[in-house]
């Protein structure tokens, strides 16, 4: 019986294995693309543009830098954190959990081989990856409220409430295009300070 196909053609020509990725065949623009045109929130926000993971994921790196995430190499873990789903797409927790574990397997996978291919190391070490969440869980708490039709005390609940230093941080809409480079240029920028 036939295998079926597991690898996706990216727009710079690599074709990457969803069973077995290879850092080889991860690049940046592939992922700062996918990311750029991947919908948080399954869509559902205000706004004339959707929230995207790479909008998302430049948040969360700069709330981890503001709750003291000053080393480079994690501030550049932050932002890759949702990296896989430039492949995989943002599913919500429901979904994940429906899933199973076949899906937390696929996204440990990529997530290592994208670490790899940018000098982190596959596995994050557990107090970097705990304080990339607690910022993933202000941004969460942030788009929820601002964006995706959340009263506060919902998001109380769900995310926790947000030291107030960090709830003046407004999210921004911005078309595609302009978040994809903002992605890169972030990246470019974390990768010269390590």
Known sequence: MKQPRAWQR???????DLLDPTPVDVEIEDIAHGLAFVARWNGQTRGDWPYSVAEHSLLVEEIYRLQGGYEQRWCLAALLHD????VIGDMISPVKAAVGPGYAELDARLTAAVHIRFGLPAVLPVAVKKAIKAADKVSAWLEAVQIAGFR???ADRFFGRPAP???????RLRPPAEVRTAYVLRHA???KGL
């Open 83 to 86: 990296a896989p789903e430039y």
């Open 189 to 191: 920028a974390l990768l």
């Open 152 to 154: 506060e005390d919902e």
């Open 10 to 16: 990216m727009l710079s020509g690599r074709r990457l």
């Open 165 to 171: 230093g960090l709830l003046g941080l407004e999210i």
